[in-house]
């Protein structure tokens, strides 16, 4: 079993920055590749995030290319999702998700391939 508590959510105006972080509990954390997701009122959850349990491989959604940056501490057995030059359309719960894996390499930004979650941090951003 997996727990995954995230913090670090908040309001913040349009342009600023904001960091999340997800601390898991439970399982081996260098054998969890680990994301993070995000979902508005009335949409679907986007991802947002994702590392190799390895730390070796990031990949990103196209809405947030450029702006956020996921590392993970796996001394801490933490990931963190540095966000900034944030937009009001970036408002939304932000979930932590985890995946149990011995590939060292692997990571999704399919929200179904991952069986751990988080309950959510809301991030507000202002205009």
């Known amino acids: 079993q997996v727990q995954l508590v995230e913090s670090g959510g908040g309001l913040v105006q349009a342009g600023g920055s904001l960091r999340l972080s997800c601390a898991a509990s439970?399982?081996?954390?260098?054998?969890?590749?680990m994301a993070w997701f995000r979902q508005a009122p009335g949409t679907e959850r986007e991802f947002v995030a994702t590392v190799s349990w390895s730390g070796g491989s990031t990949y990103y959604g196209y809405s947030v290319k450029g702006r956020f940056t996921i590392s993970r501490d796996n001394a801490k057995n933490t990931v963190y999702l540095q966000m900034n030059s944030l937009k009001p359309e970036d408002t939304a719960v932000y979930y932590c998700?985890?995946?149990?894996?011995?590939?060292?390499?692997?990571?999704?930004?399919?929200?179904?391939?991952?069986?751990?979650w988080g309950h959510g941090t809301q991030v507000t951003v202002s205009s």
């Open positions: 439970g399982r081996t954390f260098s054998n969890l590749a």
């Open positions: 998700a985890a995946e149990w894996t011995g590939d060292s390499s692997w990571y999704s930004g399919q929200a179904a391939q991952y069986d751990y």
